[in-house]
């Protein structure tokens, strides 16, 4: 710390310049060192970076060739989002958004590019609680020859109007159980929402209702292509002994 002492010319100082923020306190006017800022990344980032330096570096070993059929596949495909919007990306970004969703899917990394396609999304999730077993489940066969499947969740919602796609995580990358006609996702292990949020499930929230949003969306093993995210949000609310789905 240092403090600024004025003369003819320098009568007053304050902000930042550099590195120093100026200040005033009973001293005078001092100079401190501006605080540095330190970036904390999500779990989800975290969960994301070892894909990404992966597809990353496989960019980097592409033959020009390769690069200007991605750049190709990009002038005349649009992506369509989760939330079903279409968005304008270059090669590079095609070829990051197909090879991750195929390494999550344990497919390996496509050099050039797919044929284009529209995966179908699931329109149907139906959520049951039951003695501390979450169940997500759809009326649909899973392909699982053809697709990969993957569960996203979110955690504790006030409100069905707060549900954001860039909040919730990934949870479960594969159908688990199955009566014959509907597959399920199954989460018995309360302490699998940890990693992701800090909390178990269901949280520790005495008696107050809240909201849980899931979705599933399939990728193509062939392209890495993703579907649209079908979202349903249940509402849990306490009985007097436990939390139900209302």
Do not use: C, H
Not at 140 to 156: C, I, M, N, Q, W
Not at 220 to 246: H, P, Q
């Amino acid at each position: 710390m240092a403090r600024i002492i004025y003369g003819p010319i320098i009568t007053d100082i304050k902000g930042s310049i550099g590195g120093m923020t100026f200040q005033k306190n009973g001293s005078g006017t001092i100079a401190r060192l501006k605080p540095r800022k330190t970036k904390t990344n999500t779990q989800k980032q975290r969960d994301q970076q070892p894909r990404l330096k992966q597809v990353q570096a496989a960019w980097n070993l592409l033959t020009l060739i390769n690069k200007v059929l991605w750049n190709d596949f990009a002038a005349i495909n649009n992506k369509i989002g989760l939330d079903g919007q279409e968005k304008k990306l270059t090669g590079y970004q095609w070829f990051l958004t197909i090879n991750e969703n195929r390494l999550l899917i344990s497919q390996p990394i496509l050099s050039a590019p797919p044929i284009y396609e529209i995966v179908n999304p699931i329109l149907g999730i139906y959520l049951s609680w039951n003695q501390n077993i979450l169940d997500a489940s759809y009326n649909e066969t899973f392909p699982g020859d053809k697709y990969g499947l993957l569960f996203y969740a979110s955690f504790v919602l006030n409100s069905a109007s707060k549900f954001d796609f860039n909040k919730t995580r990934l949870v479960r990358k594969a159908p688990i159980a199955t009566d014959g006609t509907r597959a399920f996702l199954r989460v018995s292990d309360p302490t699998w929402w940890i990693p992701y949020y800090n909390e178990t499930f269901p949280p520790n929230l005495g008696t107050k209702s809240f909201y849980l949003a899931v979705y599933i969306r399939f990728i193509s093993k062939s392209s890495g292509i993703s579907s649209l995210a079908y979202t349903t949000i249940s509402k849990f609310v306490w009985d007097g002994t436990k939390y139900v789905i209302e």
